[in-house]
C-alpha cells in the first residue's frame, strides 16, 4: 500500500464554501481511501476510476495527481463541492471531470472510490448505480469517518455486493471495500429512485432520490411553513424556493397561486432532479423552474416578490450558521424592496436578529415547540437626495 503523500492535500480548501477554523477541506478518511486504493487505482485501466461524493476533491485530485489516475470521472452532489475541485485542480491535474450520477459516469468503471453518504437511501441509489453501469470485476472502496459508519451501511451494501471487507482502522476512519457486484439486485428487489409518496395534507405527490433532504416525507419545520403560507403578500408575482429539496414548498406556492411565477433552485443535484420530479408528478412542471445553483448566484438583483427558506443548519457534518447567513445575504439582494422572506428554523436558532439586520422588520408568524417561522421585509433602501432634499438645488452652497 503505497502512502499518499500528506502535504499535497493540505494546500486544498473548501472555497467557495463556508470556511472556518473548525471545517476542513480534508480529512483522514480521505488520506485512508487514497491509500487503501493506491495499488488498485495505479494499476486501472485508463479512465477506469470513478470518485463519488467527494467532498472538495481530495479524492479526485489526489487519484489524478498523486496515483496517476487518467480521465477521473467524479460525481458530487453539492455545487460547491464541484466548484472547490475545479479551484482546487486548477494547475495541478486536468485528469477530472463532473459528471451527473448514472451510465456515463459509472459505465465500465474498475475501481470507485466513495466518500461514504450519511443518508442510507443515498447509499442505497450509489451502490445501485454502480452495480448498474460498472465493470463487474469493479471495486468500491467506501470509506468515512467511524462516527458516522454504521453496520446498516454494510447491510446496504451487501444487499448489492457479494463481498466486503473492512480496513483498519486509522485516525477514526475505517474504508469498506467492496467487490463482486449482484446483478440481479439491480433490478427487482433494490428501491427505484426517485422514490415518491402521496400526502393527503399537502395533496402532493413527493419525489425524492436518495440524497435529498427529509426523502419524501414531510420534515417538520416545512410542514409548519406550509401551513402558514397563504398569508405570504398577495401581489406577489415572483416567488422562490430556496433550498428547494423535494420542492414542496415551491409546490405549494404554485398551485395554490396560479398567477405566480415560481423558481426553485437547490446546490444539491440530488435535490434538482427531486424538485423536477416533483413537478412532473404534480402537472406543475410548466409553473416551476427548477435551478442548480449555490445559493442565488444566477438570479438578478431586485428580482423576487417572495422567497421562502428553510436554511440548512449543518455545513457537512459540523452545525454552523454560516450558510445561512449566507443564504439569507443573497436573498437581501434578490429581493425587490418590499419583498419578503419567510424562513423556518429550529426556534433555539438566534436567527432573528440577522434577518433584521440584513433584510428588514421581522416578525414571528408562528412558533411551536421546535420551530419558528418568521417573516422578513426587505428593506427599502435609504433614498437618495432628491432635489428638495439635496442641498445643491437649494442653493445652499
Ligand atoms: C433543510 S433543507 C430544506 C429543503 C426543502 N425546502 C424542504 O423544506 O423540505 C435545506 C436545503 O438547502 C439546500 N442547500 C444547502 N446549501 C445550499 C446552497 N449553498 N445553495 C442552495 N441550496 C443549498 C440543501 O441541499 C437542502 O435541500
Known sequence: MQRVPDIDLDRLRRWPDVEAPNLFAVDASDR?????????VASAPPGSVVVINDHYGALAIGAAAHLGATAVRVFQDALVGEAALSANARGVTTEVRNLPLGRELLL????????????????????GEIVRWADPGVVVFAGGRIKHLSLTMNAVLTKHFGRLDVSLARQKSRVLIVREPLAATSESSVLQFPVREYHDELGLWVCAHGAVFAGAKLDLGTRLLVSVLDGVRADAVTAIDLGSGTGILAATLA??????????????????????ATMQANGLSDRVTVVRDDGLRSQPDASADLIVLNP????????????????FRDAARVLRPGGELWTVYNSHLAYRPTLESVIGSTREVVRNTKFTVTSSRRRVPAALPTSASDPDSRGER
Open 108 to 127: 465500465g468503471a474498475t475501481v470507485v472510490l466513495l466518500q461514504v453518504p450519511r443518508s442510507l437511501a443515498e447509499l442505497d441509489e450509489i451502490a
Open 255 to 276: 398551485r395554490s397561486r396560479p398567477t405566480l411565477a415560481v423558481i426553485a433552485t437547490d446546490q444539491s443535484a440530488a435535490a434538482v432532479a427531486s424538485s423536477l
Open 32 to 40: 485512508l481511501i487514497l491509500d487503501e486504493a493506491s495499488d488498485t
Open 312 to 327: 440548512p443548519f449543518h455545513v457537512g457534518a459540523t452545525v454552523h450558521t454560516g450558510l445561512a447567513d449566507r443564504l
